[in-house]
């Protein structure tokens, strides 16, 4: 489990194919020293398991699942990742529920400036957004960010120098792809108001309703 709240930047050194799936060699010499070979990391909002430490850097297997839904498998020698521990009991709990589980994959559409923030527009498919509501949170990228507008098509984000200094944000390209993982709080209330409404999760996606049309239709029926 981790929180969206990045703590370090790493470097991609070596990317080696392993059978369908990838190894990744990443140089973080600062970050983690407590961490211990099977502890869990969000490489860019994806979890992995640390396989190995070697010369300031750790390495990690990534499956052939990861790679099909994420962007991991975009990634080069000299490629910044954002990085985040799992998170201790012990903690403070500054972010949202970020599980690493990758939802989908979506791209940056444009940013410009707006008062002492930087708004960052996404576009994102419409399995994920059905998930994303103003106000709620989104990981992107394993960075946790509020949502500050939707369109049926993508969300917007305003973010704070803080954030896009300390992660990859500020070196990413218009048109880059993002990792994005919807807020698991969402996934438990459509499931749940789903199952009240009937509604078939097998159904065609295009025939579905959207988590909004679920909720208006459940507190009509209270």
């Known amino acids: 489990?981790?929180?969206?709240?990045?703590?370090?930047?790493?470097?991609?050194?070596?990317?080696?194919?392993?059978?369908?799936?990838?190894?990744?060699?990443?140089?973080?010499?600062?970050?983690?020293?407590?961490?211990?070979?099977?502890?869990?990391?969000?490489?860019?909002?994806?979890c992995l398991t640390i396989a190995k430490f070697i010369r300031g850097?750790?390495?990690?297997?990534?499956?052939?699942?990861?790679?099909?839904q994420t962007t991991l498998g975009d990634l080069r020698q000299g490629s910044k990742v954002n990085l985040e521990r799992a998170l201790r009991l012990s903690d403070r709990f500054g972010g949202h529920v970020v599980t690493g589980h990758v939802d989908?994959?979506?791209s940056l559409v444009m940013r410009h400036a707006a008062g002492n923030s930087t708004i960052y527009q996404f576009a994102a498919p419409p399995e994920i957004m059905e998930y994303v509501v103003p106000k709620g949170s989104i990981a992107v990228d394993g960075i946790s960010l509020t949502v500050a507008d939707t369109r049926s098509d993508g969300f917007a984000c305003a973010v704070i120098p803080h954030t896009e200094q300390s992660t990859t944000l500020r070196d990413k390209p218009v048109g880059a792809a993002v990792n994005l993982e919807a807020d698991m709080m969402a996934k438990y209330v459509r499931q749940f108001v789903g199952l009240y409404m009937g509604v078939d999760e097998d159904a065609p996606r295009s025939g579905r309703r959207g988590l909004g049309d679920l909720l208006r239709e459940f507190a009509d029926g209270l």
Do not use: C, K, Q
Not at 6 to 22: A, C, H, K, Q
Not at 33 to 46: K, L, N, P, Y
Not at 57 to 68: G, I, M, N, P, Y
């Open 104 to 106: 989908g994959i979506g």
């Open 1 to 46: 489990m981790f929180t969206g709240l990045v703590e370090s930047e790493g470097i991609i050194t070596r990317v080696e194919r392993v059978g369908s799936g990838l190894r990744l060699e990443v140089y973080a010499p600062e970050f983690g020293r407590d961490m211990a070979i099977g502890d869990s990391i969000a490489v860019d909002g994806a």
């Open 57 to 68: 850097a750790f390495l990690a297997d990534v499956s052939e699942e990861t790679l099909s």
